[in-house]
């Protein structure tokens, strides 16, 4: 998807000052043309790519680089993150990255970043709802029936996720946590592999971007049961939010930030964050985004810091209370 935007469009929608001056200053570097390479640390057809993917060509159009979405998945996003992390301060290598990144020094022994310190926050660009799914051959309905038949069957339900530490696999080990149910985590590889399973029936529900089983929901190869937000998805109105459905204290989503190594220019960062922005901001991008049930967040460089630190307690909290850990 490709979304036009001409310097007029920009002057209008941020002021000649903050986009104009900035972005012409980068177009006067020796970097200019040179493509972004834009690292996803989780697997191709997940909901922070197709975001990636959705905002490249406008990114690229405001920036004057040409962008490169590459996936570097395993251990959580662990392995692509380090490659951001690592990656010189020309502002050639960033990184759109999951709320995995604040999960991961809790689930993890060893991480070898500061999820804080060696990252620069570019923007916080959105929520990511999560939706409670199960096979409809299991022979319940709703949250309560979910939670009858898992206590009557200790430890035969289970939940799959995108991984071992992943968002998906967090949010079922708080649901576990919530409700003093027994199942059985099956991490996969990615959420396509999971998606496929939880039709086949070979494990029996687990939490799902709703973006990614909308469609599979619609049709009726998958059932839904609750919303991990604190407030129902526009995409899946009709679906209760899980506190609704008689979990009271859960409330987990998950987010999709743009960030790049520590150190990077601020003249720079603003500029980035101006493009992402306006991507972000144009109608159709809004139309993109709301398709894919996902809900925009407006955290520039001056707030995503305190985002970020405030989300690494709070998992590192909830974590801890899920018992969750890895080696």
């Given at each position: 998807?490709?979304?036009?935007?001409t310097?007029?469009?920009?002057?209008r929608?941020?002021?000649?000052?903050?986009v104009?001056?900035?972005?012409?200053?980068?177009?006067?570097?020796?970097?200019?043309?040179?493509?972004?390479?834009?690292?996803?640390?989780?697997?191709?057809g997940?909901?922070?790519?197709?975001?990636?993917?959705?905002?490249?060509?406008?990114?690229?159009?405001?920036?004057?680089?040409?962008?490169?979405?590459?996936?570097?998945?395993?251990?959580?996003?662990?392995?692509?993150?380090?490659?951001?992390?690592?990656?010189?301060?020309?502002?050639?290598?960033?990184?759109?990255?999951?709320?995995?990144?604040?999960?991961?020094?809790?689930?993890?022994?060893?991480?070898?970043?500061?999820?804080?310190?060696d990252?620069?926050p570019?923007?916080?660009?959105?929520?990511?709802p999560?939706?409670?799914?199960?096979?409809?051959?299991?022979?319940?309905?709703?949250?309560?029936?979910?939670?009858?038949?898992?206590?009557?069957?200790?430890?035969?339900?289970?939940?799959?996720?995108?991984?071992?530490?992943?968002?998906?696999?967090l949010?079922?080990?708080?649901?576990?946590?919530e409700?003093?149910?027994?199942?059985?985590?099956?991490?996969?590889?990615?959420?396509?592999?999971?998606?496929?399973?939880?039709?086949?029936?070979?494990v029996?529900?687990?939490?799902?971007?709703?973006?990614?089983?909308?469609?599979?929901?619609?049709?009726?190869?998958?059932?839904?049961?609750?919303?991990?937000?604190?407030?129902r998805?526009?995409?899946?109105?009709?679906?209760?939010?899980?506190?609704?459905?008689?979990v009271p204290k859960?409330?987990f989503?998950?987010?999709?930030?743009?960030?790049?190594?520590?150190?990077?220019?601020?003249?720079?960062?603003?500029?980035?964050?101006?493009?992402?922005?306006t991507?972000?901001?144009?109608?159709?991008?809004?139309?993109?985004?709301?398709?894919?049930?996902?809900?925009?967040?407006?955290?520039?460089?001056?707030?995503?810091?305190?985002?970020f630190?405030?989300e690494?307690?709070?998992?590192?909290k909830?974590?801890?209370?899920?018992g969750?850990?890895?080696?």
């Amino acid at each position: 998807m490709d979304f036009p935007l001409t310097r007029r469009a920009l002057v209008r929608a941020f002021g000649a000052t903050l986009v104009v001056a900035p972005l012409g200053a980068m177009a006067q570097t020796p970097l200019a043309e040179k493509p972004i390479r834009m690292i996803v640390p989780l697997a191709a057809g997940s909901t922070v790519d197709a975001v990636a993917r959705a905002l490249g060509p406008s990114f690229s159009r405001t920036t004057g680089h040409p962008v490169i979405v590459e996936n570097i998945v395993g251990a959580g996003g662990i392995p692509g993150t380090t490659q951001i992390v690592k990656a010189q301060k020309d502002g050639l290598t960033l990184g759109m990255i999951s709320s995995n990144h604040v999960i991961n020094p809790g689930i993890y022994k060893t991480v070898p970043y500061d999820s804080l310190k060696d990252i620069t926050p570019i923007a916080v660009l959105a929520t990511v709802p999560l939706v409670l799914v199960v096979n409809p051959k299991l022979p319940v309905t709703n949250v309560s029936e979910l939670l009858a038949y898992a206590k009557a069957h200790p430890g035969a339900l289970n939940y799959g996720s995108a991984g071992n530490g992943s968002t998906l696999h967090l949010a079922g080990e708080l649901l576990v946590s919530e409700t003093k149910i027994e199942m059985k985590h099956v991490p996969y590889r990615g959420t396509g592999p999971l998606i496929t399973d939880l039709i086949g029936g070979q494990v029996q529900l687990g939490f799902v971007s709703v973006s990614q089983v909308a469609p599979q929901i619609k049709a009726g190869a998958l059932r839904a049961l609750a919303v991990s937000t604190p407030t129902r998805s526009a995409a899946l109105p009709n679906v209760p939010t899980l506190a609704e459905a008689g979990v009271p204290k859960y409330s987990f989503d998950a987010w999709i930030a743009l960030i790049g190594p520590a150190g990077l220019p601020k003249p720079m960062v603003d500029s980035y964050a101006a493009a992402i922005k306006t991507a972000m901001a144009s109608p159709e991008a809004q139309t993109a985004i709301a398709g894919q049930g996902l809900m925009v967040l407006d955290k520039g460089p001056e707030a995503a810091p305190a985002f970020f630190q405030s989300e690494l307690t709070k998992h590192q909290k909830l974590v801890k209370q899920s018992g969750a850990t890895l080696d």
